[in-house]
């Protein structure tokens, strides 16, 4: 069974830095992008950023929202995929949630995990 | 950077309702279109992929097509369980956008 768990959420002054954390389970994580994907109280769904598997360069891209802010990682090692947030601000606080892409770049996103709640206030 | 925009953004209708919602791109993208269904308090459930392929699992009233710009998902004899936010993704090339959503809701 396919298990995306999250962690690292919290409550975060603005201008501060978080390090979220994806840990995968139930398939090769090798062989798969990832995205982390978030969701403001009551809002709709934002694609935050991807990656590619390791296998296939690790090519990263991101929202415009939080180019420059936050970076994408993986570790297909350990099965896991980490979102660094730098210079947080009010409008990141959401449910972050990592989520599978079902193929190398081009493709749907299949698994997602439940998320992790970002809060960023004073 | 391409958009996409979604009508209606919520309706209501009754079981056994045909639902359509629309997805329209700002430019083409080919058939690179996915659809994905949300209910309160859980995660999003992928329903259709490559615009028009049902991903396995799904009820065979749900139903997708379009190509380029202009795509619909369709739900041929809304049930209550299919009570949710629907939203449309592209996935042709980052970004990989989401629709802003469409709620429906049982009359």
């Known amino acids: 069974e396919v298990q995306l768990v999250e962690s690292g959420g919290g409550l975060v002054q603005p201008g501060r830095s978080l390090r979220l954390s994806c840990t995968a389970s139930?398939?090769?994580?090798?062989?798969?992008?990832m995205h982390w994907v978030r969701q403001a109280p009551g809002k709709g769904l934002e694609w935050v950023a991807f990656?590619?598997?390791?296998?296939?360069?690790?090519?990263?891209e991101y929202a415009a929202s939080v180019k420059g802010r936050f970076t994408i990682s993986r570790d297909d090692s350990k099965g896991i995929a980490y979102l660094q947030m730098n210079s947080l601000q009010s409008e990141d606080t959401a449910v972050y949630s990592c989520?599978?892409?079902?193929?190398?770049?081009?493709?749907?996103?299949?698994?997602w995990g439940q998320g992790t709640l970002v809060t960023v206030s004073s | 950077e391409i958009q996409l925009t979604q009508s209606p953004s919520s309706l209501s209708a009754s079981v056994g309702d045909r639902v359509t919602i629309t997805c329209r791109a700002s430019?083409?993208?080919?058939?690179?279109l996915a659809w994905y269904q949300q209910k309160p308090g859980k995660v999003p459930k992928l329903l259709i992929y490559?615009?028009?392929i049902l991903q396995s699992g799904v009820p065979s009233r749900f139903s997708g097509s379009g190509s380029a710009t202009d795509f619909t998902l369709t739900v041929s004899g809304l049930q209550p369980d299919d009570i949710a936010t629907y939203y449309c993704?592209?996935?042709?090339?980052?970004?990989?956008?989401f629709g802003p959503g469409t709620k429906v809701e049982l009359k």
């Open positions: 989520a599978r892409g079902s193929g190398i770049y081009r493709a749907p996103i299949d698994y």
């Open positions: 139930g398939f090769t994580f090798a062989n798969f992008a």
């Open positions: 990656i590619k598997s390791e296998t296939y360069g690790g090519t990263t």
């Open positions: 430019q083409g993208i080919s058939n690179y």
């Open positions: 490559g615009a028009s």
């Open positions: 993704q592209k996935y042709n090339s980052a970004p990989w956008t």
